[in-house]
């Protein structure tokens, strides 16, 4: 072999192996400080402390964010990456694929002989790890960040403790919360925390908080901007962990309800689905219109549309890149209820309280097992399912759910 070929084979396969370390990284963000919560931060009745910042405005979107005349419009329509070019108005900043199909954790509870670890992989039997802060590594980022998206507070929280409820609100307004890797970071670090803080046991992730004013009635989350992400090329596309971002939401353990309070387009429409119950206000929009961009949804898109509204439905929104309202969302699937805008977070809430109420660990199991039955086999599923549901019996709630029923009285389930 000559010596050219001997350094280009050593060259490949240390480009190979920092590639695979790259494409393992994680990013977990989180915003709160060890000793408290820190300047701009307020509080309201019994509830936890949210943040309130100033927001940051990418200058590729400067062009979307006032209503333009029509000399303005015809500058906008014909600019590379325009979102008019799309048929979408022209407030709303980009779209974007980006999102992930799930992978479960391994059981520790049930004998590892009563079920093969191929078919009992529930993650709610783990231990429970600490969540680790660390900056965003360049190997996952696809959209674009500012400095001033680096310390503005990207996504909101509320906890609403005699609920049992955690709020994470989207809070780029101006640019109708446009997904970027400080905000997708930030947001799955908030999720993560609330995952192990025992006074949360659901949570809801919406685009807009209407009393403290987060966020945007406009948008639950418009994609990304398109721009940006054309100055990438195939190298750097490739290099980028796309899905990690999205596998990390699916790891949460506790219920999550996305409030879809706008568009939900591209990556927005991806995120949503990453959750687990999807609720629409009347005004609502969803889409994935890629093929538009002469590309493809790449975060799940694809996938999870199929499998929510049947394949004619996603084939027809994803060839014709159309968008699709609320109703027909009901009507298909897709979102579990539909509610007038004004009423959509109060609503939302009541749900997510309704589900708080009972056995943390046994809304953890549900979550599993449902989640199986698209990624099982239905003899496997059902074989999932009956370990499941025997290993409840080591349950101190279900013991009291059932004494409870018996005696014809509220069960007081202590979610353990």
Known sequence: MSALSVSSLSAFCRSSSSSNRMRGARTVATFATANGPRPGVVTRGNSRPFSTGNEGRPDALAALQTRPDAAAAAALNAAPGSMLQLGIPHDVPGVSAYDSSSSSRAAAIVSSRAIPSSILCSSYFSERKPVLSRP????????????????????????????????????RPKAL???NDSMVSALIGKLKEFDTDDRVRAIVVTGFHPTLGAGTEKAFAAGADIK???EKDYGEVNKCDMLGFWNDIKTVRKPIIASINGFALGGGCELAMACDVLVASESAKFGQPEVKLGTIPGGGGSQRLTHAVGKSNAMWWMLSGEMFSAEEALKCGLVTKVFPKEDLFEKTVEMAAKIAAFSSPVLNMVKECVNQAANLPLDQGLLFERRVFHATWGLQDRKEGMTAFAEKREAKFEHK
Do not use: G
């Open 177 to 179: 919360n446009a997904l």
């Open 228 to 230: 940006q992400m054309n």
């Open 136 to 171: 965003p590594s360049t190997s996952r980022r696809f959209f674009s960040t500012s400095s001033s998206d680096q310390t503005d507070n990207l996504v909101m929280t509320e906890v609403l403790e005699d609920k049992a409820v955690a709020i994470c609100c989207f809070n």
